[in-house]
């Protein structure tokens, strides 16, 4: 069935560094990604998508880009902040379903 | 706009007691998903509903959880008898999938229930 993968978390980094959190996927149809980010006590929120291979979803200075060959969705920023701190989810949706598929989340913590 | 809202935020209870979550979804959003989270599971999905039916119910635990949509703009989850493993965070999200293939979920902030 259809799944996602993403890198284990926590993440540690420093104000300014560069930030990847790796997600790949499995999926019989053509998906659409997604990068959901759960600040502490809150719900999931959407922070980006790509509907199609090639598409690149950008929010907030993270972006990600649907890469079909490698079947990938890696989210990346140039400059992380404190602010960013909270678990970053990769899902998809394969077209013509309801149903999302979630990864496990990656914590990202970003010191000061 | 108001978001999905849900009530309580937060919830004490002893094991064996009877607990009900609410839900009201986003006006106009026609699909409705409860989710519950845990450190050792993650995101799991308990149940859809699809124009106040229930489509889709594989992921409710077992007969002590029920889920029902009266309306399109309330749900509730029920769970009699509550126990200690029933304790998580459960989500509540509505979506409009019919009209936009990308269908956004939008999430509640969630309930968090602790059964002693």
């Known amino acids: 069935g259809d799944s996602v993968t993403q890198m284990e978390g926590p993440v540690t980094l420093s104000e300014e560094a560069f930030l990847t959190i790796n997600c790949t996927y499995t999926?019989?149809?053509?998906?659409?990604l997604f990068w959901y980010v759960q600040y502490p006590g809150e719900g999931l929120q959407l922070l980006l998508k790509?509907?199609?291979?090639?598409d690149k979803g950008s929010n907030k200075g993270f972006e990600a880009t649907y890469r079909k060959e490698t079947t990938s969705f890696h989210l990346e920023k140039g400059s992380v902040q404190v602010s960013d701190s909270a678990v970053y989810f990769c899902?998809?949706?394969?077209?013509?379903?309801?149903?999302?598929?979630f990864g496990t989340g990656t914590r990202l913590k970003v010191l000061a | 706009d108001a978001g999905v809202i849900q009530s309580p935020r937060h919830e004490v209870t002893e094991m064996g007691q009877e607990v009900t979550l609410r839900c009201k979804p986003i006006?106009?959003?026609?699909?409705l998903f409860w989710y519950r989270q845990t450190m050792m599971r993650g995101l799991e999905l308990l149940i859809y509903?699809?124009?106040?039916?229930?489509?889709?119910d594989s992921g409710m635990p077992e007969d002590r959880f029920s889920a029902k949509m009266p309306n399109a703009s309330f749900s509730t989850l029920k769970i009699q008898p509550s126990e200690p493993r029933d304790s998580a965070v459960y989500f509540c999200?509505?979506?409009?999938?019919?009209?936009?293939?990308?269908?956004?979920?939008?999430f509640g902030e969630g309930s968090r229930l602790t059964v002693l």
């Open positions: 999200a509505s979506s409009s999938l019919a009209g936009e293939v990308t269908g956004e979920l939008f």
């Open positions: 999926a019989t149809g053509y998906p659409s």
């Open positions: 790509a509907t199609k291979a090639d």
């Open positions: 899902a998809l949706r394969t077209s013509g379903t309801y149903k999302y598929i």
């Open positions: 006006s106009g959003h026609n699909s």
């Open positions: 509903f699809n124009n106040n039916v229930p489509i889709d």
